[in-house]
């Protein structure tokens, strides 16, 4: 009788599966989940990662694990890569801004954990911008329309990735949130505690994240049956000041609404802010949704009620779909939209007497 297939050799058949049908991409786990996943010990998974890696299919960086090499004329290493994040100067705060640094943050763990360096820049002249891409192997960027030129002029030197917003130019791939669906569940969920009269802070209507937001907020009143009231609508500008001077908008009002909804979260903690300084208590009197999950929105009292982006998979799906273009192949999906999810904390209850202003 023939002897078994050593199990060294059964694992590494294991891993050249999954690198065959792209399960591992560009890094393998590391070898005791790898064991833990094949069910073989750790010695074993080590042994057949090392062929691997003497055969050319795997190397291994110190302190960061072991990768994939692409094809044989492919083989310039990914520890030499760097990749940019490019942000826009006229967003407020930039880099600084909690939902963009934590953008940047999950980013900079995707490339850290694949061996590769991440630079942050913004708009440069043409020269600089080539001097600075020239140093890069690809690009993530937030688009806004405003800015769609020069991500024109990145992508005519470097694969480019957008995330936020798509661009008018669909042959730029890009990773977006489902923002009318969250903002309509939203609605959904404050109707769900019996509140009808709800007042909505609008970020700026200058890209499709702002519009639509908007438009989910008003598809949701419509779907619940609610009527749409113009009045109950402040635009913001994403900022904490606006928040604090839309609450002050729908105090004014004869009738406040019940439940306040923000396009991002430095807003919703702005109202938040200002209706206590109004001795308007929250959420016994009005109830306030943000939008982000920044760190921030679970530290104060009450929590924050909030609909998380998903960062990590932003990040991790746009980092991958920049790979693939920088490895000459082009991503399997040319667009992805994410859905975001609702957490539900502590500045939503159901309705209780009108507000007085």
């Given at each position: 009788?023939?002897?078994?297939?050593?199990?060294?050799?059964?694992?590494?058949?294991?891993?050249?599966?999954?690198?065959?049908?792209?399960?591992?991409?560009?890094?393998?786990?590391?070898?005791?989940?790898?064991?833990?996943?094949?069910?073989?010990?750790?010695?074993?998974?080590?042994?057949?990662v090392d062929i691997l890696v003497s055969q050319g299919v795997l190397y291994?960086?110190?302190?960061r694990g072991t990768f994939i090499n692409g094809d044989r004329d492919r083989r310039r290493r990914k520890t030499n890569r760097t990749i940019g994040y490019f942000l826009d100067t006229r967003i407020s705060?930039?880099?600084?801004?909690p939902y963009y640094s934590m953008i940047f943050d999950a980013i900079e763990k995707e490339a850290s954990d694949h061996g590769l360096s991440l630079v942050y820049f913004t708009e440069r002249s043409e020269d600089q911008l080539q001097t600075v891409l020239s140093k890069m192997d690809g690009v993530i960027a937030t688009c806004f329309p405003r800015n769609e030129g020069l991500i024109g002029k990145?992508?005519?030197?470097?694969?480019?990735?957008?995330?936020?917003?798509?661009?008018?130019?669909?042959?730029?791939p890009s990773v977006v949130i489902k923002n009318y669906d969250a903002i309509a569940d939203c609605v959904d969920y404050l109707r769900g505690l019996d509140h009808e009269n709800i007042g909505f802070i609008s970020g700026l209507l200058d890209s499709e994240i702002g519009t639509k937001r908007l438009e989910g907020y008003m598809g949701g009143?419509?779907?619940?049956?609610?009527?749409?009231?113009?009045?109950?609508?402040?635009?913001?500008?994403?900022?904490?000041?606006?928040?604090v001077r839309?609450?002050?908008?729908?105090?004014?009002?004869?009738?406040?609404?019940?439940?306040?909804?923000?396009?991002?979260?430095?807003m919703a903690l702005g109202a938040v802010k200002r209706l206590r300084d109004r001795s308007v208590a929250v959420p016994d009197r009005i109830s306030v949704v943000g939008f982000d999950d920044?760190?921030?929105?679970?530290?104060?009292?009450?929590?924050?009620?909030?609909?998380?982006?998903?960062?990590?998979?932003?990040?991790?799906?746009?980092?991958?779909?920049?790979?693939a273009l920088v490895e000459g192949d082009g991503p399997e999906v040319q667009h992805m939209s994410l859905p975001a999810r609702l957490v539900k904390r502590q500045t939503c209850r159901s309705p209780a007497s009108p507000v007085a202003a």
């Open positions: 009788m023939k002897d078994s297939v050593p199990k060294y050799k059964l694992a590494q058949q294991y891993i050249e599966d999954a690198i065959r049908t792209k399960q591992f991409v560009y890094k393998l786990p590391g070898e005791r989940a790898l064991a833990k996943e094949f069910g073989f010990s750790y010695m074993t998974v080590r042994k057949a291994k960086v110190a302190t705060m930039g880099i600084a801004s990145i992508k005519s030197l470097i694969p480019v990735v957008l995330i936020e917003n798509s661009a008018t130019d669909k042959s730029i009143l419509e779907k619940n049956a609610i009527s749409y009231d113009e009045s109950l609508i402040y635009r913001g500008d994403y900022s904490f000041e606006s928040g839309g609450a002050d908008f729908f105090l004014q009002l004869d009738c406040p609404p019940t439940a306040l909804i923000c396009a991002n979260d430095s920044i760190e921030v929105a679970s530290q104060i009292s009450p929590a924050l009620t909030t609909i998380a982006a998903p960062v990590e998979d932003i990040a991790r799906l746009s980092f991958a779909m920049l790979m």
